[in-house]
DNA sequence: CTTGACCTTCCAGTAACTGGAGGCCTTACT
DNA sequence: AGTAAGGCCTCCAGTTACTGGAAGGTCAAG
C-alpha cells in the first residue's frame, strides 16, 4: 500500500504519516521505487495513532500505549494509569478554560462595543490583579 | 529598573521578558553597562501582557490589544471583537475537550487495571470509528 | 512523448517560550 | 587586593507535532 492509500484509510495527512516514521512510529518497507510500502500492521499502528492522538494523547504517550498494544503480556493496569493521568490533565485543562470563559464573557457584556474608546476589557487587563 | 525588579512586580520571568523585547513588544532603555532599564511605562506594558496572557489571547491578540490600549482614539468596538473571538475560540475548546474526558472517563472505567492483559482502551484505540 | 498525479528528500517555519553555556558587572566580605 | 555570590548580558538550541514548499524522480494514460 502506498502512502496516499494509507493516509486516506486512515484519515491522516501523509506529511503526518512521513513524520510518524521519521520518529520512528512507523517503519513501512520500501519498493524497489524508492516509494514507501506499508503493511497492514503499518496500517493499523498509523489507525491506532490517529485515534489515540484525536483523544488528545501526546506522541510520548501514544509510543507507550503502541508498546503496550504490541506487548501480549501487558498488564492492563499500565494502560489504565496512562489513561488516567491524561484524563486528569484534560480535566484540569477544562477547569483553566472554564476560569477564563467566565472572566472574558463578563468583560464582554460589561463592554460596550460602540465607537467610543470607554473600555472595560482593557482597563481590567489594564488593572486586575488577576492572581 | 532591571529586569529582576521587573520580573518580580510583573509576575513573568526574565527569559520571557527578554523575549518579548526581541519580538518588539517592549523597548526598554540601556543603561551605560547595557543592562535593561524599564521605565513605568515598560513595566505597565508588561504586567499588561501577563494578565491578556493568562486569559489565553495570543501574542498577536496582546500586540493588537497594546495597541488599541495605547489608542486614545480607539473604539470600545475592536476591543471587544478580539475579546469575542477569542471568547469563542476557548468555547469551542471547552467543547472538544469535554467530549475528549466522557470518552476517556468511560474507558478508564471500563478498564478493570488489574495485571491481566485484557484492555478496553486499548480495544477501542484499536477499533473505534472515532469519527 | 507529454501530461498529470503520484512519490521522494530536505529545509524551514509555526507558538511562545525555556534551558544552558560562556562571560561581564557589581557588591560585599576577608 | 582578591574572591565569591548574584545579577546581568548574548547567542544557540530545544520544545510539540506537525505543515508548507522547493526540486526532482516515477508511473499510467492517451
Request: hydrophobic content about 35%; proline content about 4%; charged content about 30%.
Amino acid at each position: 500500500m502506498n502512502i496516499g492509500e494509507v493516509s486516506k484509510r486512515a484519515g491522516l495527512p501523509k506529511k503526518t504519516i512521513r513524520y510518524y516514521e521519521d520518529i520512528g512510529l512507523v517503519t513501512p518497507l520500501r519498493d524497489t521505487n524508492g516509494y514507501r510500502s506499508f503493511r497492514d500492521s503499518d496500517m493499523h499502528k498509523l489507525a491506532f495513532m490517529g485515534r489515540s492522538r484525536a483523544l488528545g494523547f501526546t506522541i510520548e504517550d501514544c509510543r507507550n500505549l503502541l508498546a503496550l498494544w504490541d506487548d501480549q503480556d501487558r498488564a492492563s493496569a499500565d494502560v489504565r494509569t496512562i489513561a488516567k493521568e491524561h484524563l486528569a490533565q484534560i480535566e484540569s485543562k477544562i477547569v483553566d478554560l472554564q476560569a477564563i470563559q467566565e472572566t472574558l464573557t463578563l468583560l464582554v457584556k460589561e463592554c460596550a462595543g460602540d465607537d467610543r474608546p470607554d473600555c472595560p476589557i482593557l482597563k481590567t487587563l489594564e488593572q486586575f490583579p488577576m492572581k
